[in-house]
C-alpha cells in the first residue's frame, strides 16, 4: 500500500498503541483520536475514562503522534444506548458493543476522520482485512484466541473500504513484546472487559436506573414456584449467578440455570444442571440479518455460526422461514447451549466472516 493519512482510533490500551506504531513505522502520516463516548462522571470508580485517556496521551507523547479528543456521546446515547435500553425493556439480552462498532467507531469515527481528511482509519481490533478490487473480505484474526471479527461483522462494503486492521496477522504476545520493547509503560496493561459504559459495576444495579423493578415468580419446567425474581429483564438465558434459590429441600446440589422467560406471566424459567435440555436448541430464527458482501453466499452450501464471541464456529445451514426471504433459520448439525434472543449469529464460511443477524426466537 502506498503511503496513506490514517487516524488511528486510540483507547489507551497496548492493541491501539501498537497498531499506531506499526502505521508509522511503515511511513504513513499517523493521526490519533480518543473517543469519548460516555457522559459521567469520570471520577467515580467504575469509570476508566481518565485513565484510558491519560494513557492514550503518554502513548501518542512517546510515538510524537498527534491527537486529540472527540465526543460522540450524543451519538451513542441515540444509537446504542437507546437501543440497549429498549432491548432489555422487552426482556430481551443486546450486544451493545456491535452496534457501538457499526454506529460509532465505523460510522461517527470515519465520517469525521474523512472531513480531517483521512484516507482510512484503523483500530486495534484483531481481525484481518482483504481488499480486493471489487470487494473487501473480513476474515479471521491470525490469533483465533483474541478474533474479533464476531463483533465487526455488521460493517458494509464502504466501512471496510476506509479501514485497517495492523494487528490481524499477529498474536497478542507479539503485541505486548512489541510495546515492551518501545517503552510504552501500557505493554501489560489489562485488557478492557465488559460493557464500556457500565464498566466494574454489577450489572443488574446499572440495568434498575433506567429500567423499572417488576418482581415475579421463578420457577422450574413444571411450572413449580421456587423463589421471587426482580424482573426478567435482569436476567439472561444460560444464567447461574444471583437467582437466590440454592439449597431447595425440594432439589438436589446441581446448580440452578435460567432457560427460559414466559413474558406474559412475567416467569422466570430455570432448570438444574449446565445440561439439561431445555439449555439447549437445535434451530433459532434470525431477524435484521446483514450481509457484508451478498454475492459471495450460496445458500445451499454448508456454513459455521457463532452465538457468542468465545464459541468456536459451529456447522448449520441457513434457510428461508416459510418461504420468505426476510425471515430466516439457522439449523445446526449439534444443539446448542443458552440460545439467546436479543444477541447475535455471526455466520461464517470458514475463516470469512459473511454477516450476521439478532436472535428474535429459539427454536
Not at 434498575?208 to 419446567?221: A, L, P, W
Not at 429483564?233 to 439449597?247: A, D, M, V
Request: one cysteine or more; aromatic letters at 10%.
Amino acid at each position: 500500500m502506498s503511503l496513506k493519512h490514517i487516524i488511528v482510533g486510540m483507547s489507551g490500551g497496548v492493541d491501539s498503541a501498537v497498531c499506531a506504531y506499526l502505521l508509522k513505522k511503515a511511513g504513513h502520516k499517523v493521526d490519533a483520536i480518543f473517543m469519548k463516548n460516555w457522559e459521567e462522571d469520570d471520577t467515580q470508580e467504575h469509570c476508566a475514562a481518565t485513565q484510558d485517556l491519560t494513557d492514550a496521551k503518554h502513548v501518542c507523547e512517546q510515538l510524537n503522534i498527534p491527537l486529540r479528543t472527540v465526543n460522540f456521546s450524543s451519538e451513542y446515547w441515540d444509537h446504542v444506548f437507546e437501543y440497549f435500553l429498549s432491548e432489555h425493556r422487552v426482556g430481551r439480552t443486546p450486544n451493545p458493543d456491535i452496534l457501538c462498532n457499526t454506529e460509532i467507531k465505523f460510522k461517527a469515527f470515519l465520517e469525521f476522520s474523512r472531513e480531517c481528511g483521512a484516507e482510512f482509519i484503523a483500530t486495534g481490533h484483531y481481525a484481518r482485512l482483504k481488499h480486493e478490487q471489487n470487494r473487501t473480505r473480513l476474515l479471521m484474526a491470525a490469533d483465533k484466541n483474541k478474533d474479533q471479527s464476531y463483533f465487526l461483522h455488521g460493517l458494509n462494503q464502504q466501512q471496510l473500504k476506509q479501514s485497517l486492521f495492523p494487528l490481524g496477522d499477529m498474536v497478542k504476545t507479539q503485541v505486548r513484546d512489541i510495546a515492551q520493547q518501545l517503552g510504552l509503560h501500557i505493554h501489560n496493561k489489562k485488557d478492557s472487559t465488559g460493557i464500556c459504559f457500565i464498566g466494574e459495576r454489577k450489572f443488574s444495579d446499572f440495568l434498575k436506573n433506567y429500567i423499572n423493578i417488576n418482581q415475579g415468580d421463578i420457577v422450574n419446567t413444571e411450572g413449580v414456584v421456587l423463589g421471587k425474581h426482580d424482573g426478567v429483564n435482569f436476567y439472561t438465558i444460560g444464567q447461574r449467578q444471583g437467582l437466590g434459590i440454592g439449597g431447595l429441600n425440594t432439589s438436589n446440589e446441581q446448580p440452578w440455570y435460567v432457560v427460559d422467560k414466559n413474558l406474559e406471566n412475567n416467569q422466570l424459567i430455570v432448570a438444574q444442571g449446565n445440561q439439561h435440555p431445555a439449555l439447549f436448541n437445535v434451530s433459532l430464527k434470525i431477524e435484521q440479518m446483514h450481509w457484508i458482501d451478498p454475492s459471495v453466499f450460496d445458500q445451499h452450501r454448508p456454513i459455521q455460526a457463532k452465538i457468542r464471541y468465545r464459541q468456536h464456529p459451529q456447522n448449520c445451514h441457513l434457510r428461508n422461514f416459510n418461504g420468505q426471504p426476510s425471515q430466516l433459520i439457522l439449523d445446526f448439525e449439534q444443539p446448542q447451549r443458552a440460545v439467546t434472543p436479543g444477541q447475535y449469529a455471526v455466520l461464517y464460511d470458514q475463516e470469512q466472516c459473511l454477516g450476521g443477524g439478532i436472535i428474535s426466537e429459539r427454536l
